[in-house]
């Protein structure tokens, strides 16, 4: 039976508030033990193991430069990941790795990011527009808005695209695009193709072989040693990896004070909401 239009904002409502509470209830209190790896470059570590990974060519919010990077101990998962992708004839492309704080907090405001999980909230509700607090937690789900729970911030995540090892212009059918903001989101979203779906189960074995979990609610986020993988993994220990600030000339880290704090006020969001809706013609 063909799915309506209800059934899909059932689908995108039950998954957004369970990846709110996910990381509300689950990843918020989870306990943290740093271990003050620093952090190594990809695109240095893979050249010198001689591995083909692709690297995003797009400026992160504000024309910063995006950080490819990972923690040290994560560094020999992850080039075994791409050696075996290279040899599925697939190749990774590294779309963002460590986020400082100013890049996670306006990267909840881009308006790309933040226009398009607005417009899916309005639709959501019926052409209503949504409060900041409904905007807080659908996007907590999506671009993650307190530090203890944004991953990148722990340098321990990154998102990836796949590409054709022999065309790399070529990507992977996985059901959308980096980054796609829609019901067709989740890992396990019922709204994109079988052959999508083999293509997003087989890419997230060889991670979770390598040591990196799937989000389960984004098709393109993978982690390891933090509090998504300790609490998925169902390990019992705490995470190694939190929100740290990283002096980049030293190669130092600190723990991130006030992690728990939002990244951005409701006054912030509803702002954002008032020109998003100028932006759409609203």
Known sequence: MKATEEDRRAFWIEQSEQACDFMMKKILPYPVVESNEPFVSLREASAQAKVTVLF???????????????????????????????????????????????????????????????????????????????????????????????????????????????????????????IEMSERTPMKSPYISSEAQKNRDEIAAIMLKHGFVSYPWEFWHFSSGDAYDQYLSNTGKPAIYGPVNWNSLTNEIEPMPNPTEPLNSEFEIRTEIEAALKRLGR
Not at 69 to 79: C, E, N, T, V
Not at 95 to 103: S, V
Not at 129 to 154: D, Y
Request: charged share 25%; aromatic share 8%; hydrophobic share 40%.
């Open 56 to 178: 995003s060519d797009q400026q992160h919010v504000n024309n910063l430069e995006r950080l490819f990077y990972l923690r040290k101990g994560q560094i020999p998962g992850f080039l075994e990941a791409a050696k075996e992708m290279n040899l599925r004839g697939w190749a990774i492309r590294v779309e963002d790795g460590f986020r400082t704080r100013e890049m996670q907090k306006f990267l909840g405001r881009e308006p790309k990011v933040f226009d398009a999980i607005l417009q899916k909230v309005i639709w959501e509700l019926n052409g209503k527009t949504p409060e900041p607090e409904l905007m807080f937690q659908r996007c907590t789900g999506l671009v993650a808005t307190v530090p203890k729970f944004a991953t990148h911030m722990s340098g321990s995540a990154i998102d990836i695209s796949v590409m054709l090892l022999d065309d790399v212009t070529v990507e992977v059918d996985r059901g959308g695009p980096y």
